[in-house]
């Protein structure tokens, strides 16, 4: 079965700083991969969605990235973070039935 | 494009009672999957069910059974016998399976139980 690892469970980062989330998967071989953003109390807003290596779809445009330099890594950036991205992060993966999701990590831009 | 409506911010619900948590989706392709998740104070996503557009039964896991009214694109969570360890959001998703189309989410719906 498939699992989702993702870190770190909770970042405080000052705005203009730089970001990196990674996620990387278990038990699968060329995910479907995605990253999702739940502001406080909200719905999950999807932000980035891989079908394979160095393939990349951006949903909203912001000062996010995404990259996917390896079939079960899936990397979030930011060269400068501003307020309006604290969040939560959570990473999922497609799998043969279903979705996984990893346990997610709680920013705070101060 | 695909697009999946919650229209219940919150929910009360008694210990031991049932409750229905709704949802709509809209979607062209003719093949596609409904998911519900709960997501309690910790954050993570819990999957509940799953529903093919192709099913044709109801979909039951335990004390969760969807109530799928594909004419009136209608997918609503019912839940039995409420415990207070339900208490949690609840997201109603959807996939079209045509193509590499992401899942997409509803805004969710708050469920409280109450003893």
């Known amino acids: 079965s498939q699992t989702i690892h993702q870190w770190p469970a909770t970042l405080v980062q000052p705005v203009g700083s730089p970001l990196s989330l990674e996620c990387t998967v278990e038990g699968t071989s060329n995910p479907n991969l995605y990253w999702y953003r739940q502001a406080a109390g909200r719905g999950l807003q999807l932000l980035f969605y891989s079908v394979g290596i160095g393939q990349i779809s951006s949903e909203v445009p912001q000062n996010l990235s995404a990259s996917r330099p390896q079939d079960r890594q899936f990397i979030l950036s930011s060269k400068k973070l501003l307020l309006s991205d604290s969040g939560f992060y959570l990473c999922?993966?497609?799998?043969?039935?279903?979705?996984?999701f990893g346990s997610g990590t709680r920013l705070t831009v101060v | 494009a695909q697009k999946i409506t919650q229209t219940q911010p919150g929910m009360f619900v008694q210990e031991k009672e049932a409750v229905t948590l709704d949802c709509t989706y809209d979607t062209s392709d003719p093949s596609y999957g409904l998911f519900w998740y709960k997501q309690p104070s910790s954050g993570e996503m819990i999957f509940l069910i799953y529903?093919?557009?192709?099913?044709?039964q109801n979909a039951t896991e335990g004390r969760y059974s969807l109530n799928f009214q594909k004419a009136r694109k209608s997918a609503n969570l019912v839940i039995s016998a409420s415990q207070l360890g339900d208490s949690a959001m609840y997201f109603c998703a959807m996939r079209e399976v045509g193509g590499n189309t992401p899942l997409v989410f509803g805004k969710g719906t708050r469920l409280s139980v109450i003893a």
């Open positions: 529903q093919g557009s192709y099913d044709q």
């Open positions: 999922a993966g497609q799998g043969s039935y279903g979705y996984t």
